[in-house]
């Protein structure tokens, strides 16, 4: 892999091209006319570069250059890399699909996200417990060009199956002489107002020959901010009824919600980079990078809270003709109420990466060449989400979904009520902090020797040694009620109201101003204040102590009962708190390079195979802490025997050891200047994210229970014993065996047709599989925990095709000739197919994770299972559409982004429940209510409309906007039920846009 050394050559190629060639194929100058000179500035040349790129790379590999030093497309590197052609950007948040990522949060290359992420050639990653960096975490601005290949070769760092990002910086050898460049820019977000937030960056490059050789030094500074909005509503999933429309199922939601995020975030960049040359034969370099990313977000959420989905009644209902609710007016007089909570979430996240490189070439003689390269990365994260709620319960809900939008129609006399503090009780809390630590140490050997052969061009071989480790601390989400509904009568004597002055604490009415961009409206809602949520843990004791004033109340009145007071989580140093995975690798590749260059149509390319040993060590624990049933302190116990089990904790070492071959053979035919063929074959691998081979196992016992509230009497229902293991160290490398075959057509700078084939067979995917875990009771009696747990369970394929075109239109008159069409197409299929299948057409169950019929096919909440799903986060066509002009001072662009639907998750948080129907006619439980569910969750397809607007005053001088989301695109999710796909969310993030000025010396 030669493209951080063929950058430059590319770019001298591509301008002597420009000013060599007559302008596009077909468009000949009539004799005796002047032939019009275009000048290439702007994207246009930097299209060139990247064709240019593509055209001579020993691999398959799409490439994207900066305009300008520090100029990339767009605002993201994700959303820079979602312009390649065959790569998806994840609109979700990283691992909440329930939220938007306005920047994005991840990429997949042909429907496939074993992505590997490299920073100049060199592995790079964040502490995310995954592999790859975070790309939204990367400031653009240090960019020059961002690389992806799409087939392995033997040089390659092993670990990339759906392909590998190279990120690229300025060198100070790149340019001729001193360069600098500033840019300063001002983001204004229309959803989220307020004033425009500030941005900039700044590179100083120079290089000098002095005594000792030639110096040359770059330093590139980019800090950025950003304040954006997300407003969203969310239907809840359909419940089957038969007794609301006589003789005829009718499916309804226990209501609509509606929330609103507003994100702030900052990221900083740091690099600096060194080259020392002193004389032909050796040169050195030094990089330093770093970047920084400070996430923060506060949310006012209305979350469903309603445990009694088949009470729910319907007014005035209409119904399509599968029976789905379309509009009515729903209520639960049962239950006086439909409940939900008011919650108020904050959450914050610290990130950094910092990458350190010192690279030396030497040629030893004409023939040899040897590379030594020595890299170090460390990286840290740290989050904490906080979420405090009160709780209401609204007397009805006037709920239309027969439009673009859901529309709630509100009386007087329900804002009225929602605006009461006497209708509000706190609810509860829920804290989550975590933090990781990641670190890489490299080594890398290489040599090259040249032939002067007329076949053989030069054989490349190396050896790699890096170890790797992972320290990650994680407390998980508590929850913990303050008062509930379901506490009252044996607990608590009532809820703690808001308006009762012994439960004063801060409290605010959010309006909900400029809903949607006023396409629609929500009365305001009584939140807890931000300041309760941030206060973690002293405003977390203060409302637990509200609980325990009404509990000593009711223990008072009843004689019998007691409450547990509230133990937050912490982050702690102990061993049974951390898990730990450290990884050594060493590889040795060999390569061969070689050309046909006298047969009528010559074939170069190259044949290699990658050896790799993979050592991996971890450590943790398995735990179980004993439970009780509710309301069990100081009442009888009866119903279901629970086990005695003292609490648990042991430590447990594993090693993992293992090999992998990995040949490549590529090759090119050219069957013209502009005409060339490439058949590519190779094995690849993708090693498990650290986050799967985690050591923790928690064991758990669930208790189903009832109170009797007159008696103080515990019925216990049922004792569930699972557990969750956090990874598999002992799981092995998902591989593949891939061929990709392509046509690429060159018919003049810049202006292409491409197409490419692909397919790949993967073996050993990592699933969720049942194993079982036995602890002894207090006697001695062994009892089995079913722990779902991390497996190389499945094998699976990824095939399809993608097309690109751009070219720009020499042979327009003058005025238009800077006008030019850049376009992609990728269709992308995929299966996977588990070694032991799973499946039930009946779920049964609960919604732990022990049901894997559940987690792995799907249920519905009539109790039937779904199966036959993709793999989660591939669209199965892919668009990218972009105009552009390039003429003169102007530089403009429109772009278009559209992806077909994809699963982005199969019961996830918002898509799954315990309170299913059983409607199987054999279930000896037909008729309950009380069975887990899990849905399909899909990302609806969505298209993105981007613009810029560049205008040069002088050679160094330019002005420009740039805007996101310009027709203020709606982002929809959908469920899949078994009346039909549902629309599940929406989400508004408005149109942005960002004034720029830069300036260049």
Same mark, same amino acid.
């Given at each position: 892999m030669k493209t951080i050394e063929k950058t430059a050559i590319a &770019?001298?190629?591509? !301008?002597? %091209?420009? @000013?060599?060639? $007559?302008?596009?194929?077909? +468009?000949? /100058?009539?004799?005796?006319?002047?032939?019009?000179?275009? &000048?290439?500035?702007? !994207?246009? %040349?930097? @299209?060139?570069? $990247?064709?240019?790129?593509? +055209?001579? /790379?020993?691999?398959?590999?799409?490439?994207?250059?900066?305009?300008?030093?520090?100029?990339?497309?767009?605002?993201?590197?994700?959303?820079?890399?979602?312009?390649?052609?065959?790569?998806t950007m994840d609109r979700a948040m990283q691992g909440d699909p329930q939220r938007f990522a306005i920047e994005g949060s991840a990429i997949a290359i042909r429907g496939l996200t074993y992505v590997r992420s490299e920073l100049n050639g060199r592995?790079?990653?964040s502490a995310n417990g995954g592999r790859s960096l975070n790309f939204e975490d990367v400031p653009p601005e240090l960019m020059a060009g961002v690389d992806v290949y799409k087939n392995p070769s033997a040089e390659q760092i092993e670990g990339g199956i759906s392909g590998l990002v190279n990120l690229r910086t300025a060198m100070p050898f790149d340019q001729a002489g001193f360069r600098g460049a500033v840019s300063v820019q001002a983001t204004h977000s229309r959803l989220y107002g307020g004033k425009a937030q500030p941005s900039?960056?700044?590179?100083?490059?120079?290089?000098?020959?002095?005594?000792?050789?030639?110096?040359?030094?770059?330093?590139?500074?980019?800090?950025?901010?950003?304040?954006?909005?997300?407003?969203?509503?969310?239907?809840?999933?359909?419940?089957?009824?038969?007794?609301?429309?006589?003789?005829?199922?009718?499916?309804?939601?226990?209501?609509?919600?509606?929330?609103?995020?507003?994100?702030?975030?900052?990221?900083?960049?740091?690099?600096?980079?060194?080259?020392?040359?002193?004389?032909?034969?050796?040169?050195?370099?030094?990089?330093?990078?770093?970047?920084?990313?400070?996430?923060?977000?506060?949310?006012?959420?209305?979350?469903?809270?309603?445990?009694?989905?088949?009470?729910i009644k319907v007014a005035n209902g209409v119904y399509d003709a599968a029976g789905a609710f379309v509009s009515g007016i729903l209520s639960d007089p049962k239950a006086g109420g439909i409940n939900v909570n008011p919650d108020r979430q904050v959450y914050d996240r610290n990130s950094d990466t910092t990458d350190i490189a010192f690279n030396a070439q030497w040629r030893v003689s004409p023939a040899w060449t040897i590379e030594a390269d020595v890299q170090r990365v460390r990286a840290n994260t740290a989050g904490f989400a906080s979420d405090v709620a009160t709780g209401v319960q609204l007397p009805s809900q006037h709920l239309d979904l027969s439009g673009k939008l859901p529309v709630i129609h509100f009386t007087d006399d329900d804002r009225k009520y929602l605006a009461n503090p006497a209708n509000y009780y706190w609810a509860y809390t829920m804290e989550h902090l975590d933090r990781s630590h990641g670190e890489n140490d490299a080594l890398k050997l290489d040599a090259v020797h040249t032939f002067d052969h007329p076949v053989l061009r030069d054989v490349r071989f190396g050896v790699r040694a890096a170890e790797r480790e992972s320290r990650t601390q994680d407390t998980g989400y508590h929850w913990?009620?303050?008062?509930?509904?379901?506490?009252?009568?044996?607990?608590?004597?009532?809820?703690?109201?808001?308006?009762?002055?012994?439960?004063?604490?801060?409290?605010?009415?959010?309006?909900?101003?400029?809903?949607?961009?006023?396409?629609?409206?929500?009365?305001?809602?009584?939140?807890?204040?931000?300041?309760?949520?941030?206060?973690?843990?002293?405003?977390?004791?203060?409302?637990?102590?509200?609980?325990?004033?009404?509990?000593?109340?009711?223990?008072?009145?009843?004689?019998?009962?007691?409450?547990?007071?509230?133990q937050g989580k912490s982050l702690t140093d102990k061993p049974e708190d951390t898990n730990l995975v450290t990884e050594k690798t060493k590889s040795f590749y060999t390569q061969l390079r070689f050309g046909f260059d006298q047969w009528r149509f010559p074939v170069d390319g190259s044949l290699g195979v990658r050896y790799v040993k993979t050592d991996l060590k971890a450590s943790g624990y398995t735990v179980f802490t004993p439970s009780v049933p509710s309301g069990s302190d100081g009442g009888p116990v009866t119903g279901v025997p629970i086990p005695d089990i003292p609490a648990y904790a042991a430590h447990q070492n594993y090693e993992n050891s293992y090999s992998k071959l990995l040949p490549t053979l590529n090759l090119r035919l050219k069957a013209s200047d502009k005409l060339q063929f490439r058949l590519a074959l190779g094995r690849a691998m993708a090693r498990p994210d650290f986050s799967k081979m985690q050591g923790r196992t928690t064991l758990t016992q669930n208790i189903t229970s009832t109170t009797d509230a007159e008696t103080g009497v515990v019925?216990?229902?049922?004792?569930?014993?699972?557990?969750?293991?956090?990874?598999?160290?002992?799981?092995?490398?998902?591989?593949?065996?891939?061929?990709?075959?392509?046509?690429?057509?060159?018919?003049?700078?810049?202006?292409?047709?491409?197409?490419?084939v692909f397919n790949k067979r993967l073996k050993d995917i990592v699933v969720d599989q049942m194993s079982t875990y036995n602890l002894p009771d207090a006697s001695g009696k062994m009892h089995a925990f079913g722990v779902t747990s991390p497996v190389n369970g499945a094998k699976g394929t990824a095939r399809g095709f993608e097309i690109a075109y751009q070219q720009y239109f020499d042979f327009l008159p003058a005025w238009a000739r800077g006008l030019g069409v850049q376009s992609s197409f990728t269709f992308v299929d995929s299966k996977r197919k588990l070694y032991n299948p799973v499946f039930s057409a009946w779920c049964q169950g609960s919604d732990s994770v022990s049901n894997l019929n559940m987690y792995i096919n799907g249920c519905d909440t009539d109790a039937r299972s779904f199966g036959n799903l993709p793999l989660t986060g591939l669209s199965r066509r892919t668009v990218n559409l972009a105009l552009m002009f390039d003429q003169g001072p102007v530089s403009a662009r429109l772009a278009y982004n559209w992806r077909s639907r994809s699963l982005q998750g199969l019961s996830v948080y918002g898509a799954r429940g315990f309170d299913a129907k059983d409607t199987n006619p054999a279930s000896s439980t037909f008729g309950a209510t009380n069975l887990g569910w899990g849905l399909p969750l899909w990302s609806a397809g969505y298209g993105q409309l981007d613009g810029s607007f560049f205008y040069k005053l002088t050679d160094n001088l330019s002005l420009g906007i740039e805007a996101q989301n310009l027709t203020n695109t709606i982002f929809k999710q959908e469920v899949t039920q078994h009346v039909g796909q549902q629309r599940h969310a929406w989400f508004v993030t408005g149109p942005r846009y960002t004034a720029q000025m830069r300036y260049s010396f």
């Open positions: &770019v001298a190629a591509a !301008q002597f %091209a420009m @000013l060599c060639c $007559a302008p596009a194929a077909g +468009q000949e /100058a009539a004799a005796g006319t002047e032939t019009a000179t275009v &000048v290439v500035t702007g !994207q246009r %040349a930097a @299209l060139q570069s $990247a064709q240019k790129i593509k +055209q001579d /790379a020993d691999e398959i590999v799409d490439s994207i250059v900066a305009d300008d030093i520090g100029k990339l497309p767009d605002r993201s590197v994700t959303e820079v890399l979602q312009r390649v052609v065959g790569v592995e790079s990653f900039y960056s700044l590179l100083l490059s120079n290089r000098w020959k002095t005594g000792l050789g030639e110096f040359g030094a770059l330093v590139d500074l980019a800090h950025s901010k950003s304040n954006t909005r997300t407003d969203n509503f969310v239907i809840d999933p359909l419940y089957p009824h038969d007794e609301i429309e006589p003789g005829r199922t009718v499916w309804v939601p226990k209501a609509a919600m509606w929330r609103s995020m507003e994100y702030q975030r900052e990221r900083k960049g740091k690099y600096a980079a060194f080259q020392w040359r002193p004389n032909r034969q050796l040169s050195t370099s030094l990089t330093y990078f770093r970047s920084d990313y400070e996430m923060t977000w506060s949310e006012a959420a209305m979350l469903m809270q309603h445990t009694t989905p088949f009470d913990e009620g303050v008062t509930q509904p379901w506490m009252v009568g044996w607990q608590i004597p009532h809820v703690a109201r808001l308006n009762d002055p012994r439960f004063a604490a801060p409290y605010s009415v959010n309006s909900y101003p400029n809903f949607f961009l006023g396409d629609a409206t929500v009365p305001g809602v009584i939140f807890p204040d931000t300041s309760l949520a941030r206060g973690f843990p002293g405003t977390y004791q203060k409302l637990h102590d509200f609980h325990q004033i009404l509990c000593e109340e009711q223990r008072i009145a009843q004689g019998w009962g007691g409450c547990a007071p509230w019925r216990v229902t049922n004792v569930d014993l699972s557990g969750t293991a956090s990874g598999n160290p002992m799981l092995r490398p998902t591989t593949a065996n891939q061929i990709d075959v392509t046509a690429e057509y060159y018919f003049a700078p810049g202006n292409s047709i491409t197409l490419a």
